[in-house]
Structures are given as C-alpha cells and as structure tokens.
C-alpha cells in the first residue's frame, strides 16, 4: 500500500465488498423510495443505539488526542453526530410515532452489539491512527452511499430523501475527507505491520457496515430467533 494514499489503497483492496454493501436491497430500497417503513424503522432505532456508542468513541478519541487539530476534529465529530446525525433519527421516527424514550431503550442487536465493542475496545486499546482506521468505513463509506443515491435522483419518500441529503451534504463530505487525508498522514512511514494492522481493523468495520444494512433488512436482532 502506498503510504500517499494509504486510503485509496484500504478502499480499493475491499472494493467487492462495498459494491455488494452499494447493492444491498436495503441500500437500493432507500434510494429509489421501495423500502418498507417497517425495515427502516428497525433501521432507525438500532443505528440510534449504535450512534449513542459511536458518539462516546469520539469523546474518547477528543481526550485520547495529543494535538490540538485531532482534538478540534473529534470534537466537531462529535457534535455532528450528537447534534445532527441523531436529531434527523429522533424526528423521523417522530414521525413514525416512536418517542425519543422508546428510541433511547433500544435493545442492541447482535450485529450493533459486536460492532460498537469493535469501536470502544479499539479506543479504549489504540492510537489515534488505530481508532482512525476503525471510524472510516463509517464515516466514508456513508458518504459514498449518500452520494451515489444522491447522483441517481432523490425517491419520492421525503424521509429516504432527508437521509440522502444528510449522507451527501458538503458538510459530511468535508468532515470525512478530512479524517481520510489524516489517515495518509498517518501512514506516513509507518511499517508494514502497523499498515497491515490498520487495515484489518478497516475491513472489520466495512464488514459490519454491510451486516448492519443485512440485519436491518431482515429485522433480526439475533439470528436463529435467538433472544436475550
């Protein structure tokens, strides 16, 4: 991988794994407006639950910083997410007649369980450039989605249509190119071992990220109609 565009490398080496997250019925039902409102609703609650995770990782992150500009980013990250990406949640499902109390009860499914773990554990256990690793398909790979629906014209649906809008906004987009441009500095004369450590932890959250679109099209907490 070159550690120019460590990145692009990372991304182009998973690429049939994200054009099998891009073509995921889940992904193409919110883009042209066919999704059930029950399977987004599923959606919706469990990214809630995993967005609550998400947003305490990059607290974490703010104080595990050791330069200010990290730290600036983090921060704004996290008030994004807090401010931005869960107040879209908490309106739609408004809408939908779900109460931010029941939103905030959420049970974690399996697949939300075993990747906010995945995201804690990395921060509680990494560097900066490990929880960056672990972020990006996330962060990145929303934008790719948002910004693909985006380009091939809005559904009818007004909530799939605010999804989208938020996915694809310059304000994200600016937000994730930033945290891809510090993933190459990072990179930068970095071993082999240590590129090929972040690496995995890129692929672990890229495979989440398509289990997640899976569960939520399948409404299945646990598999096998296991419970807890």
């Known amino acids: 991988m070159t550690e120019q565009n460590f990145y692009h490398d990372m991304r182009k080496k998973s690429d049939k794994l994200w054009n099998k997250i891009f073509q995921h019925p889940f992904v193409t039902g919110i883009g042209d407006g066919s999704l059930s409102r029950d399977k987004y609703e599923f959606y919706l609650k469990q990214d809630y639950a995993y967005l609550t995770d998400f947003s305490r990782v990059l607290a974490l992150a703010t104080a595990k910083a050791f ?43 399996l697949v939300t369980l075993s990747y906010t773990n995945l995201l804690v554990r990395t921060c509680y256990e990494g560097s900066i450039a490990d929880i960056t690793a672990v972020l990006l398909p996330c962060a990145a790979g929303y934008i790719e989605i948002g910004q693909r629906l985006k380009s091939q014209g ?22 994730t190119n930033w945290l891809i441009e510090r993933m190459n500095e990072l990179a930068k004369g970095a071993t082999e071992a240590r590129t090929a450590y972040w690496y995995h932890l890129y692929s672990l959250s890229a495979h989440f990220e398509y289990l997640f679109f899976d569960m939520s099209w399948k409404k299945e907490l646990w598999p096998g109609g296991l419970s807890y």
Not at 68 to 93: I, P, Q
């Open 67 to 109: 330069i200010l500009k990290d730290m600036s980013y983090f921060a704004t990250l996290l008030n994004v997410t807090l401010n931005m990406e869960m107040d879209l949640h908490r309106k739609t499902c408004e809408a939908f007649g779900i109460t931010t109390n029941e939103l905030e009860k959420t049970d974690k499914g």
């Open 154 to 175: 809005l559904p009818d649906n007004k909530f799939y249509q605010d999804w989208i809008n938020t996915y694809s906004s310059k304000e994200f987009a600016d937000m």
